[in-house]
């Protein structure tokens, strides 16, 4: 316990350096532009913004993509609020009670109070990362390839099968990006797969490319495509201000909002979907009768405090399994694991050890960049709204270029960009027909990795695949497996009897 | 969601169909592939064409499943697809123009001026999509300048400041 809190204290020393100060701001400045337009979010600015690795100091760059991390999610829920287009599946849910309020001439307390609650949840589920990550660390060192391989399964099911509306669109998903991972050079054996004689498919597909593809690519195209005669309806701004009642509202809504959201972000059944639209139903059913009947009409503050608050306290949840198991759970989880791969630093149960300076920076610059996402969000949100002035056409041609930079800056090859707009294509097919595109980057990035568990945990089972059921804590986790793959659907079947 | 003008709901079958069936291409390709990778496994007993097999073996249920639901009356638990019933092609193909365009010249003309070309194209082809006036000359080097001013400090930002590679077509690296 003292041991944590003097590694945090080293952490705050590491974080709270003038240049690292600086960077926590520009990730929190550029998370919060960026979570408010539309168009762009968290995964796909890290994405593009990989190439930095290059130059940048790890320590520096992950306090710089944490900030965009949560910038993001502070930025998305004021456009959910304001315009009704949620920059994030996370705010999806904000838009419902927000929307309403703001059209209702309430738009400043919405937006008081999802901003509060994102710092007070995003607070809490630090704290809680602080105490439970290196506990979590200690306990994760002792598994062995069998575990690892049953729990990246786990987040492979959970991703694919429970997020997202059809179970198997999402596992075509999954499979699709578990086959693009297939593509290079197998890590055990160093044998060259599916590379057609293609020189650029040698070092495989980068999760750079993937990502700004499907998304910020995509999100052009689609526009061009279908948007274009999508009216766009903006509420008036208010002061940002919340009354005393709102205040009362508000705070139990934003702890419950935090006790919902923790836990589903540190479980590898991850995604910041499930939280949220629970925290709205807890909210909904908890509401006193005079107030229930603002919810989907004029709008109740409770629908939004409650949902904003589960959705960051999700987001940070995310970074347990990553920091602790090395295991991304989200989009932008895997996009951050990337990045420590590009530092050749392997996020796993050793990063507690071998890293401690960097984990420790980077939960210190946690707890900064709350403060200051606080302050950007409050005070100055009048500014971010002035982004949502910028004209469409614009804005998506400019995400081209900065898609550009991601993708040509990560090995200078005008070949990824091809690749890019094939993939942007694919990403508006996808979009089309309601595939999730999650679960497409989470095979992507996961897949080697569990492919490479698999066989050391075999080698370990002397070719057999009983090894998977002989040790405990990979039987356990393999019936949890089955378990999320089933219980929804016989939940589903007991309800249409 | 509920927002946009009220038009007949388009037929989706064809494409969910077409995606049925690419998943199956897409799993007979990594079937293909699997049967060239050798399979010697070591003491794991399996190489590294045993999940290529899986996969393809998984992707294929997949595409039968998407299939058999298409003909059985569509994709399930569909969502219907935010924006218009149809597409706007002509839209389209000027922001992939711009995409393409600035895939195949960027080594060629440098960063700078590649991108302010795909932006160009793109603006060109969203504003279309908007019913607006495409834009004559004037509005074209508007947009040019505009497509100038945002690429041109992000070179400068990303090579000077970053030391991230991009190509320029002069010596000192500014343009």
Known sequence: ?497 | MDSFEPQAPANHRPGQLALGIGALIVAAVLAWGAMDIPSDAGYAGVGPNFLPWVISAALGLCGVMLIREVLTGGYRQMEEPSGAARGDWRALAWVSAGVLLNASLITTIGFILSCSLCFVFAVRGLRASEGKPAGNLSQTAKDAVTGMLIAAPVYWLFTKLLAVNLPGITAGGWI
């Not at chain 1, 075999?458 to 057999?464: D, V």
Request: glycine fraction near 12%; charged fraction near 10%.
């Open chain 1, 1 to 497: 316990m003292m041991d944590t809190f003097t590694q945090l204290l080293g952490g705050f020393a590491t974080a709270g350096t003038p240049i690292n100060l600086l960077w926590a701001f520009a990730g929190c400045a550029l998370g919060t532009a960026i979570g408010v337009l539309p168009g762009l979010g968290p995964a796909v600015t890290v994405a593009m913004l990989l190439p930095i690795t290059g130059q940048v100091e790890p320590t520096a760059s992950m306090i710089f993509f944490a900030g965009i991390y949560y910038g993001a999610m502070y930025g998305g829920s004021t456009t959910s609020i304001l315009l009704n287009t949620p920059g994030e599946t996370g705010t999806m849910v904000t838009a419902l009670e927000g929307f309403k309020m703001a059209k209702s001439g309430r738009a400043g307390a919405a937006l008081a109070s999802a901003a509060i609650g994102s710092f007070v949840a995003g607070t809490i589920a630090t704290v809680l990362v602080t105490l439970f990550a290196p506990v979590l660390a200690q306990f994760a060192v002792q598994l062995g390839p069998p575990e690892y391989f049953c729990l990246m399964l786990l987040a492979f099911t959970t991703v694919s099968a429970v997020l997202g509306q059809s179970t198997l669109r999402g596992l075509t998903a999954l499979f699709f990006g578990l086959a693009l991972g297939l593509i290079g050079i197998d890590q055990i054996t160093a044998q060259v797969r599916y590379t057609a004689g293609v020189l650029e498919f040698m070092d495989g597909i980068e999760v750079v490319l993937v990502a700004v593809g499907l998304f910020a690519v995509a999100e052009a195209l689609y526009n061009a495509l279908y948007e274009g005669r999508s009216p766009a309806m903006m509420n008036k701004m208010t002061r940002a201000h919340m009354t005393r009642s709102e205040w009362r509202r508000s705070w139990p809504a934003w702890l419950r909002g935090t006790a919902i959201g923790f836990p589903f972000g540190t479980i590898p059944a991850g995604g910041t979907e499930i939280p949220t639209f629970l925290s709205y139903a807890t909210e909904r059913k908890l509401a006193s009768p005079e107030h229930k009947a603002e919810f989907g009409t004029t709008g109740a503050i409770e629908g939004v405090a409650g949902p904003e608050a589960a959705n960051n306290a999700a987001v940070t949840g995310t970074l347990v399994p990553l920091l602790t198991l090395g295991i991304p759970t989200s989009v932008t989880a895997a996009i951050l694991l990337s990045a420590l791969q590009n530092y050749g630093i392997n996020a796993g149960p050793q990063l507690f050890q071998t890293s401690s300076a960097l984990v420790w920076a980077l939960i210190a610059s946690l707890y900064i960049g709350n403060v200051m996402l606080l302050v950007l969000n409050l005070p100055m949100v009048g500014l971010w709204v002035k982004l949502l002035k910028i004209p469409r056409p614009q804005l998506y041609a400019g995400i081209l270029i900065f898609a550009t930079v991601g993708v040509y800056g990560m090995r200078q090859s005008s070949f990824d960009l091809f690749l890019m707009y094939g993939l942007g294509l694919l990403g508006v097919v996808m979009r089309r027909y309601d595939f999730p595109t999650a679960p497409v980057i989470v095979g992507l990035i996961l897949g080697p990795m569990a492919e490479a568990q698999m066989r050391n945990a075999l080698s370990i089972g002397e070719g057999s695949f009983m090894v998977f059921l002989e040790r405990p804590m990979s039987a356990t986790l393999l019936a949890v497996v089955v378990l999320v793959l089933l219980v929804p659907r016989l939940l589903a079947r007991r309800v249409a009897v």
